[in-house]
């Protein structure tokens, strides 16, 4: 029983910022990671950036330099600040969780972002 509350989302005018949060609950494995997905109308679910419980971060390529993921693990929360946005970066973005023993995938409600020119 692990549940994942998305906060953050809304709208902004390129070249804002918003800052993401999701805070997870319940049955979490402390070794574990926590990422962030979107998905824009259209086309597939694709990864923004993630992070593990030992400390690794990343975020993909069309994101690197304008958005940045940290974590407190204290917290089980992960965070996604996003900088410079652009109109391309519209989307649902979703927090998802993959817990060991079994890595079984987890998944926030979803919060939109959508980024006006």
């Known amino acids: 029983q692990v549940q994942l509350v998305e906060r953050g989302g809304g709208l902004v005018q390129a070249g804002g910022s918003l800052r993401l949060s999701c805070a997870a609950s319940g049955s979490i494995s402390s070794d574990n990671t926590m990422n962030w997905y979107r998905q824009a109308p259209g086309k597939q679910r694709e990864l923004v950036a993630g992070s593990s419980s030992a400390g690794n971060l990343a975020v993909a390529n069309s994101v690197k330099g304008r958005f940045t993921i940290s974590r407190d693990n204290a917290k089980n929360t992960v965070y996604l600040q996003m900088n410079s946005l652009k109109p391309e970066d519209t989307a649902v973005y979703y927090c998802?969780?993959?817990?060991?023993?079994?890595?079984?995938?987890?998944w926030g409600q979803g919060t939109q972002v959508t980024v006006s020119s």
């Open positions: 998802n969780v993959k817990s060991a023993p079994l890595w079984r995938d987890y």
